[in-house]
């Protein structure tokens, strides 16, 4: 058999009790494709492990029990460091998504034509057949704060509309400053450049760190809506929303402070602190 791109395309996932949703997303991964994709699913210490390594058994996956909950970002690192140097792509997927027929190859594909690219990703679909903005800007201070205090209660805001914006407006190839990490395929040298993932982003945000820093390495960040895929919903974060909630405002925190470290940023950081902390009141209150 002749070898194809996708002999040097693996496929990483990462579950948390994920049940019935990782079976589905193997199924998908089986349906999409005419010849077998190597697949890694890390698990981060489901109490369900036996029921995940079943279901990689009958569909020919590799099991990675890694024993404790490393976050998002740090489970995809560990399964990326067992993957051969032959293996030079790598799509990253939450394990309640539904690859479509033909969408990793098409992505594969358009990778390799466009060496200029760190990480491509696909059209993502909620469930209800709505579009998810999975291409977005870079946020930055002035429009973190006013995402994160006036989203929820003043939903056409200056601020959600410009961060919202690239991800509504374009059905063709373009570039954006990071994409979803729900379903993305990665450059393999440019993600081992970059070591992965942040691990100091537990939960959300590790792909906003991401896109930025592959765009600061001279990468672009390719939005392709032609491949498409379904995100079915957020199965392993739905337990304790207010939990949730905390770990996405310490993430966001994280980045924007990050990013904008100045001295004399410093009240503006402590304003979005502040804005965070009010949004976080607001959407818990009783």
């Not at 199924?27 to 369900?48: C, F, I, K, L, Y």
């Amino acid at each position: 058999m002749p070898k194809t791109r996708l002999d040097s395309t693996a496929i990483v996932t990462v579950t948390y009790n994920s049940g019935a949703h990782l079976r589905h997303f193997l199924q998908s991964v089986r349906s999409s494709e005419p010849e077998p994709v190597r697949v890694v699913v890390a698990d981060n210490g489901s109490t369900d492990v036996e029921e995940a390594r079943r279901y990689c058994d009958e569909f020919e996956a590799t099991f990675l029990e890694i024993g404790q909950n490393l976050g998002y970002g740090g489970a995809i690192n560990v399964a990326v460091e067992t993957l051969p140097a032959s293996f030079t792509s790598v799509l990253i997927s939450n394990p309640d998504i539904e690859l479509r027929p033909g969408s990793l190859s098409s992505l594969v594909e358009t990778l390799a034509a466009r060496p200029d690219a760190g990480s491509i990703g696909p059209c993502v679909l909620n469930s209800d057949g709505s579009v998810y903005p999975s291409a977005r800007r870079l946020p930055s201070l002035r429009t973190g704060v006013g995402h994160a205090v006036f989203a929820r209660v003043w939903k056409s805001n200056p601020w959600t509309t410009r961060y919202l914006s690239d991800a509504l407006q374009s059905e063709t190839t373009r570039s954006a400053g990071w994409l979803s990490g729900s379903c993305l395929l990665v450059r393999r040298s440019a993600f081992d450049a970059l070591g992965g993932f942040d691990k100091a982003f537990f939960m959300y945000f590790e792909d906003v760190d991401l896109g930025y820093r592959l765009g600061k390495s001279g990468w672009l960040n390719l939005y392709f809506p032609a491949a498409m895929v379904t995100h079915t919903g957020a199965h392993s974060t739905n337990t304790d929303s207010s939990k949730m909630l905390q770990v996405h405002h310490q993430s966001a925190y994280l980045y924007l402070a990050r990013k904008y470290r100045g001295w004399y940023l410093a009240p503006i950081r402590g304003g979005l602190r502040a804005a965070l902390h009010v949004r976080s009141w607001w959407l818990t209150r009783s």
